[in-house]
């Protein structure tokens, strides 16, 4: 992907969005300009069970739900963007703020196909064309080619930068395909977050935690005596002290990992947030000096928010591999 390629789809993606606040505009022509520009900035956040485009162009998804011993199954368009319920089986749903809810008051157990979850699927998809492809490429030659040749320096990169200064020679290649496989994903689902389409997955605090939690099961899980040592019981400290800083370290274990699902959740958000902001002042200022300069600056944070998806991506993969190293070093002491 050349630099204009990269600049094509960033203004693209800047008027996409300034699309979807005209519209909210005319739709709410009643409501105050700001109080309109939050309510669209909430939305623009939110998961959904459609994508949409345009206010006349949105495309479904399935809607699954398991209510009270039954399977229900129809498509998200039923719901005419959150404006009509559907009846189906004699169960009535509708959407509530983005949740769907039963008239009658059951709780139905939510599988639906969401934005998010799609575009998980999507990256995963992705991720396994690319790596084997890359795979294969090696197996043909001594020296990659295609897929191979584009992504050897970011692998070698994770490898011999992140894995194993951090956690060693002797221990990081159990590691090293969990590593990989969050540095991708978290670098390409925060790119489908610049397109058009509007994707926020890593601004979804569910999304953040899974991730966290998977690095903070895999630290439990591979620690060794020593680091649960240092934990409990540790050495060179008076013997008073280690009851007191036992459950403050203990509560450190925990600290880490939330940590990284706050970071990650936080950044994505706010730069979302203050980039739809910068488009909203385009219709609080309606001149053409005041609009250049809030199109210009927000072309200008687009393309920071280019290096701040591969910032998280890094950061997040950083930290687990310094929790990691953490987890399996040996410690020695006199």
């Known amino acids: ?18 699309n979807v606040l005209a519209e909210q505009h005319m739709s709410d022509g009643d409501k105050d300009i700001k109080t309109e520009i939050k309510e669209t900035i909430a939305h623009h956040l939110m998961d959904s069970h459609d994508f949409v485009l345009t206010h006349d162009l949105s495309f479904p998804l399935p809607i699954i739900l398991y209510t009270d011993g039954n399977l229900d199954i129809f498509s998200s368009a039923n719901f005419h963007h959150g404006t009509t319920s559907h009846t189906v089986n ?20 939510d599988f639906s196909i969401t934005k998010n979850v799609t575009f998980i699927m999507i990256v995963f998809l992705i991720m396994l064309v ?5 795979a294969k490429s090696y197996k ?36 090293m395909s969990y590593l990989l496989t969050v540095f991708f994903f978290i670098w390409i689902i925060n790119l489908f977050g610049l397109t058009p389409l509007g994707v926020n997955v890593t601004n ?15 630290t439990t899980v591979s620690a060794n005596k020593s ?5 409990f019981w ?32 936080a950044n994505i958000t706010a730069g979302h947030v203050v980039l739809m902001s910068i488009l909203g002042m385009i219709f609080i200022f309606k001149g053409w000096v005041g609009s250049s300069l809030s199109f210009g600056l927000a072309f200008a944070l687009s393309l920071l928010e280019l290096l701040v998806a591969a910032l998280q991506a890094y950061i997040f993969t950083m930290l687990s591999a310094l929790y990691f190293g953490a987890a399996v070093e040996d410690y020695h002491h006199e």
Not at 91 to 109: F, K, M
């Open 140 to 175: 043909k030659n001594a020296l990659p080619s295609g897929m191979g040749r584009l992504l050897e320096p970011i692998v070698l990169y994770i490898r011999d930068d992140i894995a194993i200064p951090n956690i060693g020679e002797k221990h990081y290649k159990k590691y």
């Open 130 to 134: 690319m790596f084997t492809r890359m």
């Open 234 to 265: 540790m050495p060179g400290v008076p013997v008073p002290m280690k009851f007191i800083l036992a459950p403050i370290e203990l509560l450190g274990t925990i600290i880490k990992p939330f940590s990284l699902m706050i970071r990650l959740y």
């Open 1 to 18: 992907m050349n630099i204009k390629t990269i600049i094509f789809t960033i203004v693209i993606s800047v008027f996409s969005s300034l």
């Open 90 to 109: 004699g169960r009535t749903y509708s959407l509530d703020h983005g949740h769907i809810v039963e008239a009658s008051g059951l709780h139905p157990v």
């Open 204 to 218: 979804n605090i569910a999304v953040t935690f899974s991730l966290a939690l998977i690095t903070y099961v895999l």
């Open 227 to 231: 680091y649960w040592g240092h934990i």
